[in-house]
Every structure is written in C-alpha cells, then in structure tokens.
C-alpha cells in the first residue's frame, strides 16, 4: 500500500480523538468522585463534562504541538490493522488497569474514607472495574499507535 496522506491523517485523527474522548470521560469521572468523597458536593454532570473536556483539549493542544509524531500514525496502514491495534490495545490495558485501579480505590478508601463501612468492598470492586472502561480506550490508544509504529502485525 502506497503512502496516502489523507489515509494517516485519518487514522492519526482517530487514536487522536479516541484518546482524548476517553480522557475526558475519565477525568469526568475522577473529579466527580473526588468532589463528592472529599467535598460531600455533587457537582452539575454537565459543568464538570465541560470542564474536563476544556481541560483534556488544552492539554492536548499543549502535547501535540510539542510532541506532533504523539499519537500520529508514521505510514499508511490498512484500517483492519488500525482496528486490530487498537481493540488489542484498549483490552490488554483495560486488564492491566483494572488491578492498579482496585489498589488505588482501597488506597483512596484508607485515605480518605471509612475502612470499617460496609460498601467499602463494594467501592473497591466497582471502581476497579468501572473506571478503568473510560481510561482503557485512551491508553489503547496509545499503545495501538506505537505498536503500529514498530511495525506490529497481527
């Protein structure tokens, strides 16, 4: 397959925005949680997904104007092998979070909240597999655009 700018602008656009919807939903998820654990605040689902998506699109902004190859496809690639990448990718990561997640919301509980409360259990197990849903498709992303980049084949 030839080189065809439009194709690897295509697919550079798609890790690029994969990576900061998924992002944005996550730091949605993050703030709304620590509002409510350590403020008793709940705040308006539409202000915080504005906020954190302002705040993910700036940061983004910030890293691909300093860092353009981030997250950009280098040659053309053939759409099924984007597609492969990036569901390989977006799975082995949601696997690889899910126990960090667990770790870090039982950490959070010992910090910040109750250890001894009966849903403690409940938190942990529903954070671990919760959150990591939103942050997987981003760090797959990632990944999918530096195995491609390497030349991976499935």
């Known amino acids: 397959m030839s080189d065809e700018g439009p194709n690897i602008r295509w697919m550079t656009c798609v890790l690029r925005g994969v990576a900061l919807a998924s992002g944005s939903l996550s ?25 954190a998506a302002v705040l993910t699109g700036g940061l983004a902004i910030l890293v691909f104007s300093r860092q353009p190859r981030t ?21 082995h990561s949601y696997l690889a979070m899910v126990p960090i997640c667990g ?23 529903l954070f671990a597999i919760w959150f990591p849903l939103w942050l997987a ?4 992303a990632l990944w999918a655009a530096r195995r491609i980049s390497a030349g991976w084949r499935p």
């Open 27 to 51: 730091l949605f998820w993050i703030v709304g949680i620590l509002a409510d654990t350590l403020l008793g605040y709940d705040p308006n689902p539409l202000l915080l997904l504005g906020f």
């Open 71 to 91: 997250l950009a496809i280098a040659r053309s690639t053939a759409p099924s092998l984007l597609l492969s990448a990036l569901v390989l990718s977006a799975v």
């Open 103 to 125: 770790i870090a919301a039982y950490v959070l509980v010992l910090l910040l909240g109750n250890p001894g409360a009966n849903d403690v259990g409940m938190f942990v197990v």
């Open 137 to 140: 498709p981003g760090v797959g």
